[in-house]
Nanobody, 123 residues
Framework: QVQLVESGGGVVQAGGSLRLSCAAS????????MGWFRRAPGKEREFVAA????????YTADSVKGRFTISRDNGKNTVYLRMNTLKPEDTAVYYC????????????????WGQGTQVTVSS
């Protein structure tokens, strides 16, 4: 099993920035792609960003492209999501996920999920 724990959520004003962290433990992660998803109140789960475990490739959703950046520190088994120029519509619970293989925008690619961390962006 792989355990994922998100942190760094909170309340921020529109236009502000926040960095989320996802710490992984339990197994080797040499082949795991990683991703971030979010679920806003009353909406379905939405893809945010993904990164290969090597960090060579990244993919971000159009809604956050240019504002959010995904990165990783394999020495710490940690994935980050830097969120800049936050908007009220970014308000959601953000989930970290690990894929036993390639990561991407489809939630079915992922085998393990964290418990989520709340991000609230005020107007």
């Amino acid at each position: 099993q792989v355990q994922l724990v998100e942190s760094g959520g909170g309340v921020v004003q529109a236009g502000g920035s926040l960095r989320l962290s996802c710490a992984a433990s339990g197994r080797t992660f040499s082949r795991y792609g990683m991703g971030w998803f979010r679920r806003a109140p009353g909406k379905e789960r939405e893809f945010v960003a993904a990164v290969s475990w090597t960090g060579d490739t990244t993919y971000t959703a159009d809604s956050v492209k240019g504002r959010f950046t995904i990165s990783r520190d394999n020495g710490k088994n940690t994935v980050y999501l830097r969120m800049n120029t936050l908007k009220p519509e970014d308000t959601a619970v953000y989930y970290c996920a690990a894929a036993n293989g390639y990561s991407g925008s489809d939630h079915r690619l992922y085998d393990y999920w964290g418990q989520g961390t709340q991000v609230t962006v005020s107007s």
